[in-house]
């Protein structure tokens, strides 16, 4: 199952560090753009090269030392039909690698759009009596909004095809607390959705004893966070906002169970772009090495802090 693969990675590597692939053009080194511009002229195609150098070489760097990345399709899917070439190499590449490939998508339809999302990102697309992958990553994030029906389409792929899904629950965004923090019944929306996921993540555990269905927990939350491990104790927590978005350490260790796992730790920005940090010192063709040092330096505040609690798996 999805989620035995993950939990297996991150106790190989000792890492709870996802690699976010949230490419900006604006912030890619100036010599990778110039070589696709000068070959290829102002156009998506050299955008897709541009992408797809800048990721690989980020993926070298780190697939030895985290479990798995999450591109976030919305920055390439921004550049088109080559973006979404760039997402899909991008993909398959981390996969190769023997990473897992965590599809940031946020998609949520009516049942049956539903299921062709899911055909699309984790299961297979029927073309004339044949089953064939489009972009099939190993898991993506679901919006909820529209509720069961919505997430029981992607879980034929789940149990079938061995995918995984995070549903979105608190979200890490300041207005996050707009709608997911209302109360209805005695309880704020986010504590209904984690019941919602709770109960879906009963039909996917895997033999470590967490579930393919997991749940997206914002670092930015942490008070949140601990109480949504209480009401979902065998879901695996995706955790965004840790460093750029200001969430610390101290913080996302509250996302953790006492056995040490539970939760998995995503950083974009600060990984991806850390050649930029004007305190290193780093050069522009050194970003995949600084790409590396920091998600280095991530592993090991996360790791000293679950030591200091005693929440170690190893
Ligand atoms: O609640 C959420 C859900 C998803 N995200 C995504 O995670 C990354 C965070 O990037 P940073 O550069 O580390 O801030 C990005 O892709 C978001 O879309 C989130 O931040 N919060």
């Known amino acids: ?47 897709e ?13 780190v697939w030895e030392i985290v479990p798995a990345v999450k591109p976030q399709i919305a920055f390439y899917e921004q550049y088109g ?13 981390a996969e190769q690698k023997g990473l ?7 998609r949520g339809d009516i049942g049956t759009t539903s299921k062709a999302y899911s055909n699309g ?15 099939a990553v190993d898991a993506v994030t679901v919006n909820p909004y529209l509720g069961d029906d919505c997430l029981k389409e ?24 707009q709608l997911q923090d209302l109360e209805t019944g005695g309880k704020k929306i986010y504590e209904v959705v984690a019941e919602m996921v709770a109960a879906w993540s009963h039909q996917a555990l895997g033999k470590c004893g967490y579930s393919s269905v997991g749940a997206v927990v914002g670092a930015t939350y942490p008070e949140q966070g601990e109480r949504l491990r209480t009401l979902m104790p065998k879901t695996y927590f995706l955790v965004p906002g840790y460093g750029a978005q200001g969430a610390k350490a101290e913080d996302i260790v509250r996302c953790f169970n006492e056995d040490g796992l539970g939760a998995i730790i995503n950083s974009s920005r600060d990984i991806i772009f850390a050649y ?3 305190d290193q010192h780093w050069r522009e063709d050194q970003y995949g090495e600084a790409a590396r040092t920091a998600a280095l330096r991530m592993r090991d505040d996360i790791n000293s802090h679950l030591l200091q609690l005693g929440k170690c798996y190893w």
């Open 154 to 177: 992607f879980m034929e792929d789940i149990q079938e095809a061995n995918k995984g899904m995070f549903v979105l629950v608190k979200t890490s965004n300041p207005s996050s607390i």
């Open 49 to 61: 090269e541009i992408l797809w150098d800048f990721g690989k070489e980020i993926i070298d760097q």
């Open 81 to 93: 039909i080559e973006g979404m070439s760039a997402y899909r190499r991008i993909c398959r590449y």
């Open 100 to 106: 897992s490939v965590i599809g940031d998508i946020k």
């Open 121 to 135: 990102h984790i299961g297979s697309t029927l073309v004339e009596g044949e089953r064939i992958e489009a972009f």
């Open 276 to 278: 930029t940090k004007k």
């Open 1 to 47: 199952m999805f989620i035995d693969r993950l939990v297996q990675q991150i106790k190989e590597k000792k890492s709870n560090v996802v690699v976010g692939l949230d490419p900006r053009l604006e912030l890619i080194p100036r010599f990778l753009q110039e070589r696709h511009f000068q070959q290829q002229g102002k156009t998506l195609k050299a955008v």
